[in-house]
C-alpha cells in the first residue's frame, strides 16, 4: 500500500531498559495464539530482539544487510579535508567530478531555509529521481500517491523541528542533485535522493557521490555525530563510510512442517547455486568466470 521501508526496527524502550522490554515483548507474543511465522524486519544484529528466542519458537536470519555510515566525531576529531582521507581511487574521482562541476559554474550545496523551500527542494527531487527510475524502466517510489501525501505531510509537520534536512546541490544555475534526510538525536538518516544523471558529460558527472561528501562535510560542521547511509550494499556507501553495523531480518517460527519443507528445498538449491558457481567449465573454468 504504502512503500514505507522500516530500518532500525526494534520496540520503544526507556534507555536502559531496551533488554527487559525485548525479553518481554517476545515472550508475550510467543503466548498469543493465530499466527506461524513473525518476521522482525531490518533490525541492527545486536538489537535485544536477537537475544531471545522463546521455547517451541525457531529462530533464522533470512536477510541480512550491511549499513554504513560515516562517524562524523572521528571525521572532527582527526580534522583536515575529508577527501584527503578517502581512499586514493576514491579522491581522484572525486576531485574530478568536483572539477566537472566548476566547469559548468560555482559548486555550492544549499541546506532548505524554511518550510516552503524544503517542498519546493522536495518537488525538484521527485522530478529527477523519477526520471532516473524511468530511464530504467522503472517508475521509482513517487509514483506511490499515499507515499507523496505521507512525505509532505511529514515535512510540514517535522522540519520546524529541526528533523527534516533537505539539501540542493548546484553548479553554477544548474540544480544537479537533492538529498531528502532525517535527523533524530544528532543522527542524520540518508532516506531519498534525486540526481542529474546527465551522461553526457562524461564518466567524471557524479552529482551523487558529491552531493554525499558536501552533505557529510555540512553535517560534520555542524556538530553532529553520524552520517547513516541506511542498509545497503552498494559501492558509494563503502567507500565512503568509516563504520557500520549489520541489518537482519529475522522470521521467529512455530514448529510446522510447511517450514521443515521450505527449509529443506531452500537448503537444497543454495547448495546446487554454489555447485555451479565451483564447478569448472569445458574450458577449466568455472561458469561465473
Known amino acids: 500500500l504504502d512503500e514505507i521501508t522500516i530500518e532500525f526496527n526494534g520496540f520503544l524502550a526507556e534507555r536502559g531498559f531496551e533488554v527487559a522490554v525485548a525479553r518481554q515483548g517476545i515472550e508475550q507474543i510467543a503466548t498469543q ?3 506461524d511465522e513473525i518476521e522482525v524486519s531490518a533490525c541492527l544484529a545486536t538489537n535485544p530482539l536477537n537475544l531471545f528466542v522463546p521455547e517451541g519458537l525457531r529462530r533464522e536470519t533470512r536477510r541480512q544487510r550491511a549499513a554504513h555510515h560515516v562517524d562524523l566525531e572521528v571525521l572532527r576529531a582527526a580534522g583536515g579535508d575529508f577527501v ?12 574530478r567530478s568536483i572539477r566537472d562541476f566548476e566547469s559548468v559554474g560555482p559548486l555550492r550545496l544549499e541546506a532548505a531555509a524554511s518550510l516552503e523551500e524544503a517542498l519546493a527542494f522536495l518537488e525538484d527531487l521527485k522530478v529527477l529521481h523519477v526520471k532516473a527510475w524511468l530511464s530504467r524502466g522503472k517508475t521509482g517510489s513517487f509514483a506511490n500517491l499515499f507515499l507523496n501525501r505521507f512525505h509532505d505531510a511529514l515535512i510540514r509537520s517535522h522540519f520546524d523541528q529541526g528533523l527534516v534536512q533537505m539539501l540542493r546541490l548546484s553548479a553554477g544555475d544548474r540544480r544537479v542533485g537533492f538529498l531528502y534526510n532525517l535527523v533524530h538525536r544528532g543522527v542524520v538518516y540518508q532516506y531519498q535522493s534525486g540526481f542529474d544523471l546527465d551522461a553526457s558529460r562524461g564518466s567524471g558527472w557524479r552529482p551523487g557521490l558529491v552531493s554525499h ?19 545497503g550494499d552498494q559501492r558509494h556507501k563503502k567507500e565512503l563510510g568509516n563504520a557500520g553495523d549489520s541489518m537482519v531480518w529475522i522470521p521467529l517460527q512455530r514448529p510446522r ?17 554454489a555447485r555451479r558457481s565451483t564447478d569448472p567449465g569445458p574450458d577449466g573454468d568455472s561458469p561465473t568466470s
Do not use: H, P, T
Open 213 to 231: 561528501v558536501r552533505a557529510i562535510e555540512l553535517n560534520r560542521d555542524a556538530g553532529l555525530a553520524r552520517y547513516v547511509f541506511l542498509a
Open 257 to 273: 512442517i510447511k517450514f521443515a519443507v521450505e527449509r529443506f528445498v531452500r537448503n537444497r538449491v543454495q547448495a546446487w547455486r
Open 33 to 35: 495464539g493465530g499466527w
Open 84 to 95: 584527503d582521507g578517502l581512499e586514493r581511487g576514491m579522491r581522484q574521482k572525486l576531485k
